[in-house]
């Protein structure tokens, strides 16, 4: 089965910062890697497929990058609305999650 | 407009079983490969079940392999999963997910909560 190491678990940032998360998978995962975005108490919502894919509707603030094992997921210019829980998906081999990061405003 | 809703959720003592049921439209069901997530209270995401457009390979993770079936009903546009020898670790909210072609999950339910306890 293949883990994923998500980093940080929580991250506080003020309005305008650059933040970036990281997931690192325990093998090579050919840059089938999702992200998502989760705010309290709704369903999670797809960001960004196959590494560096934005999905229609995701602002260009948000882009990912990585290939291999290793993965990054980043926010240019934090705003009020993307202040949220952020999971990575790995797709090569069955379906995995990263543990998560939880966002939050400084 | 895609939407997904769960539906069959509630408290059930160990040991006993829960089916949960998902209804889909907006879309032509019978085309995409369905998932179940879940997420127990204050945790993160886990993918439990995923079937095929005809129901024919299913793929669990060992949290839950042989004691899960995920299913499905094409005429009628339903993803259901039946939970047996439930622990109360099973407890958690219960995302009914779509997926691309059988990669990442696009549209996903409200959820519906299960809660195992005596």
């Known amino acids: 089965d293949i883990q994923m190491t998500q980093s940080p678990p929580s991250l506080s940032a003020s309005l305008g910062d650059k933040v970036t998360i990281t997931c690192q998978a325990s093998q090579n995962i050919n840059k089938y890697i999702a992200w998502y975005q989760q705010k309290p108490g709704k369903a999670p919502r797809l960001l960004i497929r196959?590494?560096?894919t934005l999905e229609s509707g995701t602002p260009s603030r948000f882009s990912g990058s990585g290939s291999g094992r290793d993965y990054s997921f980043s926010i240019s210019n934090v705003e009020s609305e993307d202040i949220a829980s952020y999971y990575c998906?790995?797709?090569?081999?069955?379906?995995?999650f990263g543990g998560g990061t939880k966002l939050e405003l400084k | 407009e895609v939407q997904l809703v769960e539906s069959g959720g509630g408290l059930v003592q160990p040991g006993r079983s829960l089916k949960l049921s998902c209804a889909a439209s907006?879309?032509?069901?019978?085309?995409?490969?369905m998932a179940w997530v879940r997420q127990a209270p204050k945790k993160g995401l886990e993918w439990v079940a995923t079937i095929s457009t005809s129901g024919s390979r299913t793929y669990y993770p060992d949290s839950v392999k042989g004691r899960f079936t995920i299913s499905r009903d094409n005429a009628k546009s339903s993803l259901y999963l039946q939970m047996n020898s439930l622990k109360s670790e099973d407890t958690a909210t219960y995302y009914c997910?779509?997926?691309?072609?059988?990669?990442?999950?696009?549209?996903w339910g409200q959820g519906v909560m299960v809660t195992v306890s005596s």
């Open positions: 997910a779509r997926h691309i072609a059988a990669t990442s999950f696009d549209y």
């Open positions: 196959y590494t560096s």
């Open positions: 998906l790995q797709y090569d081999n069955l379906w995995t």
């Open positions: 907006g879309f032509t069901f019978s085309n995409y490969y």
